[in-house]
């Protein structure tokens, strides 16, 4: 091996490239979802407030929803497996990756998360959380349906921000906790 090569290369890709893909991922996550929180911020101001504004915070906070979901599964199964070795268990469950579920619904990764059982994870929130895949469906199959007016879609969506939200309090302290 070459001096000028790293020795920490696995495959093909070194730590540094590995590290520096994570980092600019975390960056771009974290821009969304602060563009995201400008854009429900700009709700309330009755000159920018528009009914697509609306619309597009309520689909937008419903894909967060379902990127920390995807990231809890995998925490969860991390934590399993580790309380499972540490006990001797011979036994322990695949761990669910983030992006192993790429390609599941926000209703599959409900699906998913509703499995565990757990103090930290209320019936409300489980309850919430299939509500509002309920109402993310039905809006976006019948975003265009010749019943709807452009104020039941405002009406709809704002109904849909109002659990998001909730939700995603919900996540952020049970992500709080699952870091300590």
């Not at 709700?43 to 906070?61: D, H």
Request: aromatic share 8%; proline share 2%.
């Amino acid at each position: 091996m070459n001096n000028n090569q790293k020795k920490d290369e696995i495959g093909n890709v070194s730590l540094d490239k590995i590290k520096e893909k994570y980092i600019s991922w975390v960056v771009k996550v974290n821009k969304l979802k602060d563009e995201i929180k400008a854009l429900s911020d700009l709700q309330s101001n009755p000159i920018v407030n528009a009914p697509t504004l609306s619309i597009g915070v309520f689909l937008l906070k419903s894909e967060v929803i379902e990127f920390e979901l995807k990231q809890i599964i995998s925490t969860f199964d991390s934590a399993i497996n580790s309380e499972l070795t540490k006990n001797k268990y011979i036994l322990i469950r695949k761990i669910r990756y983030p992006g192993d579920l790429d390609e599941l619904t926000l209703g599959q990764t409900i699906g998913l998360f509703c499995e565990f059982e757990s103090k930290t994870i209320p019936d409300e929130l489980k309850t919430d959380l299939k509500k509002l895949n309920a109402l993310r469906n039905d809006f976006t199959h019948h975003i265009f349906n010749q019943h709807k007016s452009i104020d039941d879609l405002k009406k709809e969506a704002c109904d849909g921000i109002k659990i998001s939200d909730l939700i995603l309090n919900y996540l952020n302290k049970l992500n709080e906790f699952l870091k300590k």
